[in-house]
């Protein structure tokens, strides 16, 4: 893995109320080697050349450390919106580890999207940061079939892998979800898919399932995707093409999927509206503001 220079390693959101109450983003690392088909983060918009090469921010430890004591408002900390910081690397460098410790003494709060089952090694501090602060950790999952799972996220846990690992972290009681998203035109935008996952997500301790519908094409991204498409799903590049021309934002054809994950969720009472996830976890950060004590390191 390589290192690169690094300014700055925070930055303020201001989607917050469209994304899990987040108050700051972070990227630890550049790339991501999971090799999802449909990755929206490969769009050249994104500058970052050769995506499945993993590079970590050069001092990013500390530069965040400097980051945390200037910052007058906590606040919830996204990990993880434009590579999985649980890439294999993070394994033997610890980098998210390190940063997650200065979020529990600096009494952030922080908000995880993974697919990897290696979120599970750092629950001890997660458990320590949910003590005052808001921690909401969300896995993607897009496909109840592990076979699928493997061919369209192929370089990362599979997708019972990735339900076990939630049912890890539920049972340390920490606010967990499955991110069901994007829903894959002609692949996974199956009823029968949809209601497995959501079943899953009940079962093993999901609070909720959130998704926003279908898969996102642009530039370069969308000939990955329709490589992909030639070698493992032979004729639907020409599907993909008559449906959806050069659509950014392609939809299912089966309009009636977001509803079906909206009944299934009000069937084994999880939530699956933003609005109401946000409220749900947000019930520690006023007790926190208030009491302004850190953690040792
Ligand atoms: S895990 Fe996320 S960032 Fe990594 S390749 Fe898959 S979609 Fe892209």
């Known amino acids: 893995?390589?290192?690169?220079?690094?300014?700055t390693i925070l930055q303020k959101s201001t989607c917050g109320d469209r994304w899990f109450g987040i108050d700051y983003n972070m990227n630890l690392y550049k790339g991501c080697p999971h090799g999802c088909i449909y990755c929206d983060s490969r769009s050249d918009c994104y500058r970052i050349e050769n995506f499945d090469t993993v590079r970590a921010k050069m001092n990013a430890v500390e530069i965040l450390e400097r980051e945390l004591q200037t910052k007058r408002q906590k606040g919830v900390i996204g990990i993880g919106a434009m590579s999985d910081t649980y890439n294999p690397f993070e394994k033997q460098y610890e980098i998210t580890r390190k940063a997650l410790a200065l979020i529990r003494k600096y009494g952030f709060g922080v908000s995880v999207d993974t697919k990897s089952s290696l979120i599970v090694r750092d629950r001890d501090l997660f458990r320590e940061i949910n003590e005052r602060q808001n921690v909401i950790l969300k896995f993607t999952i897009?496909?109840?079939g592990d076979e699928l799972s493997k061919i369209i996220e192929p370089h990362v846990c599979c997708s019972s892998?990735?339900?076990?690992a939630m049912q890890r972290l539920a049972?340390?009681?920490?606010?967990?979800?499955?991110?069901l998203t994007p829903i894959i035109p002609f692949i996974t935008d199956t009823e029968e898919n949809i209601k497995q996952i959501v079943r899953l997500s009940y079962e093993n301790g999901a609070k909720f399932v959130w998704?926003?519908?279908g898969v996102t094409l642009r530039e370069n991204q969308r000939i990955y995707f329709y490589d992909k498409l030639d070698r493992y799903f032979p004729g639907l590049k020409g599907r993909y093409i008559h449906t959806f021309a050069t659509n950014y934002v392609c939809n299912s054809l089966n309009k009636n999927l977001l509803n079906i994950i909206g009944e299934e969720c009000d069937k084994y009472g999880l939530l699956y509206e933003m609005q109401d996830i946000i409220k749900a976890c947000k019930r520690k950060n006023a007790r926190s503001e208030q009491s302004g004590l850190l953690f040792p390191d």
């Not at 893995?1 to 300014?7: G, L, Q, T, V, W």
């Open 211 to 213: 998704s926003r519908g």
């Open 142 to 144: 897009t496909t109840a």
């Open 1 to 7: 893995m390589e290192f690169i220079p690094a300014k």
């Open 161 to 164: 892998e990735r339900f076990k």
């Open 171 to 179: 049972g340390e009681g920490l606010f967990t979800g499955v991110l």
